[in-house]
């Protein structure tokens, strides 16, 4: 990172930037063409972040091709204005990382990580699914390898 300054370094903070962001945005790549796509998430403190998705389309067809992905999250955005256009900015705390994506078979797994997206977005617990839905919907893991933190 340029700015040593700006960088984040302990996972603390990290997963506190984690808890804030609304949702993650995931980049795939099939031979040289990018892809991001935004989506809602969970994230559980063994380092795994939870989607859930349709099972068809062109982010699960890049997934089986490739499951190396790239991934960022970002949260509290304030414009500093300034005086001339140059002087204007934004501070952010964003988090950027790399890891291995997985589509879930197993029922546990996935209901390990409906819970993990649940809990992101309601404190509640005792979640029960129903079994159409449940049974229809793919769920996403993504085992994170490294990740770096930045604020302004």
Known sequence: MRRKDREITGITEMEAIISRADVCRIALTDNDTPY???????????????????????????????????????????????TEACDFGMKYSSIIGWGKIFILTGDEEKREGF???????????????????????????????????KKA
Do not use: W
């Open 36 to 82: 991001i796509v935004t989506m809602n998430f969970g994230y559980s403190p063994d380092r795994k972040f939870y989607f859930h998705c349709a099972g068809e389309g062109r982010k699960i067809d890049m997934i089986r091709k490739n499951n190396y992905v790239c991934f960022e999250l970002d949260t509290d955005h304030e414009l500093t204005a300034g």
């Open 115 to 149: 819970n993990s997206i649940m809990q992101h977005y309601s404190e509640r617990g005792g979640y029960s699914y129903a079994t159409e839905q449940f049974d229809k919907t793919t769920v996403l893991r993504l085992d994170i390898i490294s990740m770096t933190g």
